[in-house]
């Protein structure tokens, strides 16, 4: 936790860009307030930010931040939920008394888990949030959303306000007038498209994975519930295979994790590769992939593309200069008509790649209603296990 109480401000200078003249910078310059308690959050985000032109100023603390926002002019604030002394929702409260969210942009940064108080930030004001550990990519993204949306609603105001201008002296300056509305409307169209440009840059983080390019958990699961959906409709099968490599954290212990990133991407090709045109492969996180796919006429059609995934990954990778080679468990679970609830179908896969693990790796299993019975019954055996070795571990303490 931060002890200053004085914040740093930090200037990227016009003489640092040599190829970019003094008018230019003061034109383009952006001024980012990044509001933290934790020195090393705010120091993570100044750099990068400062990497894309942003002139930044810190403030380490909810009051410190209200100060600079009396004394100083932003484009936007990034501001963190969770501080000490006034937090970010009642710092968040207090901006609103005095600017709008048009004047001055606020984004919240919070854990993943804190729904509840990001939907009291957003009733309250919030432009939008990103969550912890911050993607810098959708937080770039997001930043420049917010900054362009407000300078187009700036130049908006101030291509009304020369229009007005303009027409109190309409006989004098009917040229100047039409002039200056063609220029204020190119700017605006600019401003649109770019807006535009970063919302669909955007959405695209949001819903794929930056390693592979393959779509995310959130794009899974939204693909799953559709299939879903047509199922009851029109029925017929879709099936989930959850893929688990082996062995992958060896490779990152071993050879560092830009060897693991660079095999990650190679898999992913050749996986996505195998597939027919109507499948859908989402990278969900670590060295898990789940595959979808639609129409499955028999259990045999997602077992043999089980069968050409392992053939896959057992196969050597010359990833730069090292022969590396992994392995996968898969997990199969096939959703009939009737079974809606895609949360569920997918648990069912995992918990049939969890029972291909611990059946030696390197093998696929179709899901069984009991391998859930087993999973809660080994929990329950290993809790017991625990409470044991506790009990045993006070009472040789009181007895010595």
Not at 86 to 108: F, W
Not at 149 to 171: G, M, S
Not at 211 to 237: C, M, S, W, Y
């Amino acid at each position: 936790m931060a002890t200053s109480t004085t914040p740093r401000i930090l200037v990227l200078r016009p003489e640092d860009n040599p190829s970019r003249s003094l008018e230019d910078n003061k034109l383009d310059r952006r001024r980012l307030l990044i509001v933290d308690d934790v020195r090393d959050n705010r120091v993570l985000l100044r750099r990068r930010f400062e990497r894309r032109g942003f002139e930044v100023v810190e403030a380490e603390s909810g009051l410190t931040a209200l100060d600079l926002i009396d004394a100083e002019s932003f484009d936007l604030v990034l501001l963190d939920i969770m501080m000490p002394g006034i937090d970010g929702i009642e710092t968040l409260k207090r901006i609103r008394k005095q600017k709008s969210a048009s004047q001055l942009p606020v984004i919240m940064v919070t854990g993943k888990t804190a729904t509840e108080n990001m939907v009291e930030a957003l009733q309250l004001g919030a432009n939008d949030y990103v969550t912890k550990p911050v993607d810098f990519a959708v937080a770039l993204a997001r930043v420049e959303v917010q900054i362009s949306r407000k300078r187009a609603e700036e130049q908006a105001a101030f291509a009304t306000d020369e229009l007005r201008k303009t027409n109190e002296d309409l006989e004098r300056r009917v040229a100047e007038r039409t002039g200056r509305l063609i220029e204020a409307n190119q700017k605006l169209k600019i401003e649109i498209a770019e807006r535009e440009e970063l919302q669909a840059k955007s959405q695209y983080l949001a819903y794929h994975d930056s390693l592979t390019g393959l779509g995310n958990r959130l794009l899974f699961k939204e693909h799953l519930e559709e299939a879903l959906t047509d199922v009851t409709i029109a029925p017929h099968q879709v099936a989930v295979l959850f893929l688990d490599l082996d062995g992958f954290k060896s490779v990152n212990d071993t050879l560092g994790h830009s060897v693991g990133e660079m095999l990650l991407k190679s898999i992913a090709a050749k996986l996505r590769n195998i597939l027919r045109p109507t499948d859908r492969i989402s990278r969900l996180g670590g060295d898990e992939f789940a595959i979808l796919q639609m129409s499955v006429v028999q259990p045999e059609s997602s077992i043999a593309l089980a069968q050409e995934i392992l053939a896959i990954a057992e196969q050597e990778f010359d990833i730069d200069g090292h022969d590396v080679t992994v392995g996968a468990s898969i997990g199969i679970a096939i959703a009939s008509p009737g079974e809606t609830d895609a949360e569920t179908i997918l648990k069912s896969a995992d918990l049939a790649m969890y029972s291909a693990k611990s059946d030696g790796r390197g093998t696929y299993r179709m899901f069984d209603p009991e391998m859930d019975s087993i999973v809660q019954a080994r929990r329950i055996l290993e809790k017991d296990l625990r409470t044991a070795f506790s009990r045993t571990n006070s009472s040789f303490s009181i007895s010595r």
